[in-house]
Every structure is written in C-alpha cells, then in structure tokens.
C-alpha cells in the first residue's frame, strides 16, 4: 500500500506570506506526527494527533504555526506570516498505534522542503 | 531540544568496512530507534529496541542499548556505498508522549 505522502515536495514563500502544506497519512493510522528538520539537524517535533485531537502542541515555534487533521486521516500545517527562520523541511510520520502502546514505529512521509525568501 | 547525540558526527569509511555510529541520551525512555535518510529524502526505520532489551539484530545491523549508561550503538556491517546516508538515533521519553527526540545524526559515507 502506499506510504505517507506530502504535498507540496518544495515550497517557495516570501517572507510575509502564509503556506499550508499537507499530509496524507497511512490508511487507518491513528497517530499523526509534524516535525521541523533544519539544515544538518534532526528533526524537532512540532505536533500530534491521536485521530482528529491534537494532543500535543509543545513544539509549535509560535502562534504563527497553525495544524488540523479535522476527520482524523489528512492533516495541515498552516503557517502564517512566514519568517526566514521557518526555512526547513517539514516532515509528517503517522503510526498505527495510540498512545500508550510501545512499539511505535512511526513511518515518514518524504517531506515538504519550504524556503523563505 | 535534541534529546540523543550521535557520536561521531561524521564517518568515512571503505566499502566491506564496519561502521559503528553511538547515541546517547539524557531521559529515561521506552524505546530508542534508528532511522537512515537520505540526501533530500524522508526518514526511513530501521530497527526498534526496548528498554528492556540489549541487543537485536537485523540483517546488517546491530544495534545494543546500555540504559544505565544512556547509550545505544549501532553497528553496520560489510557496509556497502548504498549506506551512505545520514542515521539518526530517536527516543520516546518513558511516561511521556509518542513523539520522538531526534539526535543531530551521523552521517556515514561509504566509499566504493
């Protein structure tokens, strides 16, 4: 079956305007990850959705940064205003299980690489 | 914040050569896990080891976790240039949330 998909795979932005870059989860995955990776660094975690609940906002850099999964498969980061420093790629994992559960592996999309001019 | 440190943070190594790449971290977790990516692409898992495990092997791979020292190595042998890429060890914290923290990674370099 198909993995995780996002779209776009590149985003070009000037500084000021607002993205919304999108996620396709694995079919009947529960769990639904956004992570922040900077140029030579791991990637930081933004944000998680168990189905259509966020239940952890803790990485979100500001109130700029913006994510909904509304029906609990597709999700979006919206970010508003972009600044320079939101440069980076921008990357979805979804897994099966929910929280609690181990053995959480969690599978990655192939990124949305976004440059602010 | 960055949760493992991947130790050394680049490796050159020889086609048929070993490579041994370490993470360390600071909280206590429930599982650590591997991930490969390559040059602009995703992340790729490789291998999971829990708390309560030493070591696992997977192909190729070794992987060995020491929880009293906070650290895990992961151990690629005969390597082949396709393993080039950079490795990232990820822990999600014991008590905590699914979310993964991510390391800096190592990026590994084989040479034909």
């Known amino acids: 079956g198909a993995g995780v998909s996002q779209s776009p795979r590149y985003k070009v932005a000037k500084r000021g305007q607002d993205v919304a870059l999108r996620c396709d989860p694995i079919?009947?995955?529960?769990?639904l990850f956004w992570y922040q990776q900077a140029l030579g660094q791991g990637p930081e975690f933004l944000t998680y959705?168990?189905?259509?609940?966020?239940?952890?906002k803790s990485g979100l850099p500001s109130d700029r940064f913006f994510a909904e999964r509304p029906e609990g498969s597709v999700s979006t980061l919206k970010i508003q205003r972009t600044q320079q420093e939101d440069s980076a790629v921008y990357l979805c994992?979804?897994?099966?299980?929910?929280?609690?559960?181990?053995?959480?592996?969690?599978?990655f999309g192939p990124g949305t690489r976004l440059t602010v001019l | 914040s960055q949760q493992g440190e991947e130790d050394p943070q680049a490796l050159s190594i020889q086609e048929g050569e070993n490579a041994t790449m370490n993470c360390s971290y600071k909280?206590?977790?429930?599982?650590l896990q591997w991930y490969r990516q390559n040059s602009g692409r995703g992340l790729v898992h490789l291998i999971l080891?829990?708390?309560?495990?030493r070591e696992k092997h997977s192909g190729r791979l070794r992987v060995t976790l020491d929880t009293s020292k906070k650290s895990s190595s992961l151990l690629i042998t005969a390597s082949r240039a396709a393993d080039t890429a950079s490795y990232f060890c990820?822990?999600?914290?014991?008590?905590?949330?699914?979310?993964?923290?991510f390391g800096k990674g190592t990026k590994l370099t084989v040479n034909p």
């Open positions: 994992a979804s897994s099966l299980t929910a929280t609690g559960l181990t053995d959480n592996e969690q599978f």
């Open positions: 079919s009947g995955h529960v769990s």
């Open positions: 959705f168990q189905n259509e609940a966020q239940l952890d």
């Open positions: 909280t206590s977790i429930n599982n």
């Open positions: 080891i829990r708390s309560n495990e």
């Open positions: 990820a822990t999600d914290r014991q008590g905590g949330s699914e979310k993964l923290v």
